[in-house]
C-alpha cells in the first residue's frame, strides 16, 4: 500500500514574524505586509501541488479566503499579541462548512442551547 504525499505547511506573515517561523521549522514562508498580499500569497501557495496547509498570521488573515482545491487548507495563526483575533467562530466555521458541509452556529457566550 502506497502512502499518500507528503505535503508542506506554508506560513504567510508579516516581515518581523518570519524569523519564528523559520526557526520553528518551516521552510516555506511568504513575507506580506497587508491582506491583500496575504491574499495573493494564499493564491499563488494554493496553486502548488506540495502544500496541503497554510498557516496565515491572524492580522492579515484575508475575509473571505477560500482556495479552489480541497486543500490546501489557508487558516489564520495568532502572532504576538493577536489572540483576540482568531477566534474559535472566526477559526473553524468556515473550516467546516467547507470540508463537511454545513453551516455551524456556535453559542455567543453565556449559557448555551438558549436561542429560540
Known amino acids: 500500500m502506497s502512502r499518500p504525499p507528503r505535503l508542506r505547511v506554508a506560513f504567510v506573515c508579516r516581515p518581523e514574524l518570519a524569523p ?45 479566503v477560500a482556495t479552489q482545491r480541497l486543500y490546501p487548507i489557508a487558516t489564520p495563526f495568532p502572532g504576538p499579541g493577536e489572540e483576540s483575533l482568531t477566534s474559535p467562530e472566526r477559526m473553524y466555521k468556515p473550516l467546516i462548512r467547507r470540508y463537511v458541509g454545513v453551516e455551524v452556529q456556535l453559542p455567543s457566550g453565556g449559557e448555551s442551547g438558549s436561542s429560540g
Open 20 to 64: 519564528f517561523a523559520e526557526a520553528m521549522g518551516i521552510d516555506l514562508v511568504v513575507e506580506a505586509s497587508s491582506e491583500e498580499e496575504a491574499r495573493r500569497a494564499i493564491e499563488e501557495l494554493s496553486s502548488r501541488s506540495d502544500v496541503g496547509v497554510i498557516l496565515v498570521q491572524a492580522s492579515i488573515y484575508p475575509r473571505g
